[in-house]
Structures are given as structure tokens and as C-alpha cells.
């Protein structure tokens, strides 16, 4: 499944800068605040944490976090490996309907099924990529 980070080691400037890289990755997804919120495994609620995050505040420290910001930044690989050309379509791909998904969306597979809908969804990539 490729690294996943090691939270116990990381610097406090390490996680900020880990939280704005994710953050950026986020917003060129074009996702919602609540989508968003479910991707990194926090409440819809809580949009403080995201616009901290935004402003480089360190990712938690929980290893769901951790985890969750190692599988999006391995998607996000993924896709512009799969994608070279077309940058426009993955940063498109999580929020597109997939037969592969039953017909929901990347964001929605985590969103219904939490963490185990992340790892689904990079292991598909992981498998189209011929890993």
C-alpha cells in the first residue's frame, strides 16, 4: 500500500506542513467543507480544524490521521500517475460517480464506509496502476 507516515516522529513543523499539503490537495479536489471534514476522519462540524490546518497548524496527532493524510497524498500519487496528461480529470476523479464504487463517488465510498472506504479506494488505484 506504500508508506503510510509515522506519527510519533514527525516534527510539529513536519505535521504543519503535512496539514497545508493535504489541505492544498483538498481544495484542488474542489471538495465541500462536510466531504472534506470525512475524508480526514473529523466532524462535519468541525471546520476550525480544516481552516487551522489550511493555515499550517499541525495535522493531529491521532494515528487515524496520520493514516488517513498517507492514503489521500497516495491517492492523489495515483492519480496523476494514472492521469499524466489530464490533471483536470484527477483532481476530478473523487468526486466522480465510478461502476467500480457501485456507482458512488471515491468521496462517498469514504464517507459511507470511513476508513476502510479510503483503503478501498487506494487499493483500486494501487491495483490500476499494476502495484
Avoid: C
Wanted: aromatic share 8%.
Amino acid at each position: 500500500m506504500g508508506a503510510v507516515f509515522e506519527h510519533k516522529t514527525l516534527a510539529v513543523q513536519d505535521r504543519g506542513a503535512l496539514a497545508k499539503m493535504v489541505m492544498t490537495l483538498l481544495d484542488h479536489w474542489k471538495l465541500t467543507t462536510e466531504d472534506q471534514a470525512a475524508l480526514l476522519g473529523i466532524a462535519p462540524s468541525n471546520r476550525a480544524a480544516l481552516t487551522r490546518y489550511r493555515k499550517g497548524d499541525p495535522i493531529g496527532t491521532s494515528r487515524d490521521q496520520y493514516e488517513r493524510v498517507g492514503h489521500l497524498l497516495g491517492i492523489h500519487k495515483n492519480l496523476r500517475l494514472l492521469f499524466p496528461q489530464n490533471r483536470e480529470l484527477a483532481y476530478r476523479w473523487m468526486s466522480t460517480r465510478n461502476k467500480a464504487f457501485n456507482n458512488l463517488t471515491p468521496v462517498d465510498m469514504v464517507k459511507e464506509w470511513g476508513f476502510a472506504g479510503l483503503l478501498m479506494v487506494r487499493s483500486y488505484l494501487d491495483r490500476a496502476r499494476g502495484m
